[in-house]
């Protein structure tokens, strides 16, 4: 294999990466914030179900982002690896493992997104359930998927810490685009574990979640406009 050969590829890698990132971060807020945040009201299953029926368009496109998001995931856990396996292949595939993971926690979790307007369109479960009845089991099914979410966050949290760490290691980029990686990986995972163990304290660290998404916005930046810096000591003529 030439130099050309090995030298380029990891440029346009990276830079396919950054765009991938860019969907899963746009994709990601656009589901988080402009719709479930407008359409779920937590603790208020009439007013959840309303606007739900009143923005039926909204809310499937909500899982069109989100399964948009998870396609992307599983492709850039990939890119990653390849990035980043010569630097140590066994941590590279344990953060490609634990991203996988995550995007078939997610991709499952889905469902209990979905659920929601089986529910709410299904003329049998109408029938079966007083409307109380309904919208509360309708709000129990995006309870869990917000559950769900938290769960896979768990997953990326220990991808993120894993990636830092090797972003650190390699010559390929900024070492502080890795620290913020690893910050991002602290977050997530004490973010998840606040939720299940002291979920009334949720809202104090709230604000703390920032730090991955500048993180990772800096990250995708890097990857879109400079790609992997490729020094003369990584490439390896075979």
């Known amino acids: 294999m030439s130099i050309l050969k090995t030298k380029y590829p990891l440029v346009y890698q990276s830079r396919v990466a950054g765009l991938l990132y860019l969907f899963i971060i746009i994709s990601g807020m656009f589901s988080e914030v402009a719709v479930r945040s407008n359409l779920i009201v937590p603790g208020d299953a009439n007013t959840t179900v309303n606007n739900i029926l009143e923005n039926v368009w909204l809310f499937r496109v909500g899982f069109v982002s989100d399964a948009v998001m998870l396609l992307s995931d599983v492709a850039i856990a990939v890119l990653f690896y ?7 292949k ?10 996988l993971t995550q995007a078939a926690v997610l991709g499952f979790n889905l469902l209990n997104y979905y659920v929601a307007l089986l529910l709410l369109n299904g003329t049998v479960y109408t029938n079966t359930f007083g409307a109380e009845q309904l919208n509360a089991l309708v709000m129990l099914f995006l309870e869990m998927h917000s559950h769900g979410y938290d769960i896979g966050l768990l997953f990326f949290g220990i ?6 760490y090797l972003v650190v290691k390699s010559h390929y980029f900024p070492k502080i685009l890795g620290y ?3 910050a991002s990986g602290v977050v997530y995972l004490t973010g998840t574990l606040m939720q299940f163990l002291h979920p009334g304290y949720i809202s104090i660290i709230t604000p703390i979640y920032i730090i991955p998404l500048a993180a990772e916005l800096s990250f995708c930046l890097w990857l879109l406009v400079k790609g992997a810096r490729i020094q003369p000591e990584d490439l390896q003529i075979t």
């Open 90 to 99: 066994t941590l590279a595939i344990s953060a490609a493992a634990f991203r």
């Open 82 to 88: 390849v990035l980043l396996k010569s630097i140590n």
């Open 180 to 182: 913020g990686l690893v």
């Open 159 to 164: 991808s993120c810490l894993i990636l830092g």
